[in-house]
């Protein structure tokens, strides 16, 4: 991974996140990201994000969720409204 990678938190649905840089300045970073990275649980991996689109929430309400596809592993996370990220197979 590129040493000049800012990390971010952002909240569901949010259209920006925001990290912290070297010098301890906030950084604004888009909606869609460059990089992903899984939750401990998950193994805590970082992977490039692949792909992102619209579907059908895995949550199995009536509504559609923003869903990226990650490089290098089966997972994948989709912003529910209801339940935050979604972490699936």
Known sequence: MAGDVIWGERS???????????????????DTPDWIRLP???????????NTYSRPCPCGEAH???TFDLTGTDVHVSECIDRGFLWWR
């Open 12 to 30: 569901v649905g949010s259209p920006v996140a925001v990290g912290e840089n070297e010098h301890g300045g906030h950084v604004i970073i888009s």
């Open 40 to 50: 401990p649980t998950l193994g805590g991996t970082d992977h490039r994000v692949a």
């Open 64 to 66: 559609e969720a923003k």
